[in-house]
């Protein structure tokens, strides 16, 4: 069985940070697209950052582009995304998402549809 786990949302003050976690089971990571999207209330799902696990490539929405940084331990099958500098505005739910066919870049909010495989979701509370 094919799943996505992320772990590490919680509630944390403006300026503090969170680490998220993303293990996959089922599959292997070498040749995904990993993604984070998030979802906060009355917007759009919209991605936050993607990473390559074939060859480490990256892409950073803007909003999260210096205080976010994805990484990858294809090991561990566990993708992880570090989020400092924490703002109101990334209070969301969290979800990370792979794909075998997608590639990671700017467009991936317009693919977030493709892609096939989903976590559950975890929220972030960042209180001002």
């Known amino acids: 069985e094919v799943q996505l786990v992320e772990s590490g949302g919680g509630l944390v003050q403006a300026g503090g940070s969170l680490r998220f976690s993303c293990a996959a089971s089922g599959f292997t990571f070498d040749d995904y697209t990993i993604a984070w999207f998030r979802h906060a209330s009355g917007n759009d799902r919209e991605g936050v950052s993607c990473?390559?696990?074939?060859?480490?490539?990256?892409y950073y929405a803007d909003s999260v582009k210096g205080r976010f940084t994805i990484s990858s331990d294809n090991a561990k099958n566990t993708v992880y995304l570090q989020m400092n500098s924490l703002k109101h505005e990334d209070t969301a739910v969290y979800y990370c998402?792979?794909?075998?066919?997608?590639?990671?870049?700017?467009?991936?909010?317009?693919?977030?549809?493709?892609?096939?495989?989903w976590g559950q979701g975890t929220q972030v509370t960042v209180s001002s």
């Open positions: 998402a792979a794909d075998r066919i997608l590639v990671c870049k700017a467009n991936m909010t317009t693919m977030r549809s493709w892609y096939i495989y």
């Open positions: 990473i390559s696990s074939s060859d480490g490539g990256t």
